[in-house]
């Protein structure tokens, strides 16, 4: 049974830095996506960034590149989301997710199959 627990979520003022971890346990996921989402009041769940396990590939949303940076640690099945230069507008609950092995997808692009609960950031 793969879970995911995310940490580090706080309160803090606009310009500062904040790191998220999220642990997976249940299985290894050294070769699959993770990613972080977040979803502010009132929106839609958007993705944040995402790590390709196997060769550590990125990717970013628009709104926060050059200031958020995903990161893995395989020998301890976590990802980390490093948030710096935050803005009031990066106010949401963070969530993690993973997505099932690659090969289980054929080549084609992976969909999330496991999430975490949650942790909330709030900028202000």
């Known amino acids: 049974h793969v879970q995911l627990v995310e940490s580090g979520g706080a309160s803090l003022q606009a310009g500062g830095s904040l790191r998220l971890s999220c642990e997976v346990s249940?299985?290894?996921?050294?070769?699959?996506?993770l990613g972080w989402f977040r979803q502010a009041p009132g929106r839609e769940r958007e993705a944040v960034a995402t790590?390709?396990?196997?060769?550590?590939?990125?990717d970013y949303a628009d709104s926060v590149k050059g200031r958020f940076t995903i990161s893995q640690d395989g020998f301890k099945n976590t990802v980390y989301l490093e948030m710096d230069s935050l803005l009031p507008e990066d106010t949401a609950i963070y969530y993690c997710?993973?997505?099932?092995?690659?090969?289980?997808?054929?080549?084609?692009?992976?969909?999330?199959?496991?999430w975490g609960q949650g942790t909330q950031v709030t900028v202000s």
């Open positions: 790590i390709y396990t196997g060769d550590d590939i990125t």
């Open positions: 997710a993973a997505s099932r092995p690659l090969w289980m997808y054929g080549g084609k692009e992976p969909e999330f199959a496991y």
């Open positions: 249940g299985r290894s996921v050294n070769d699959n996506c």
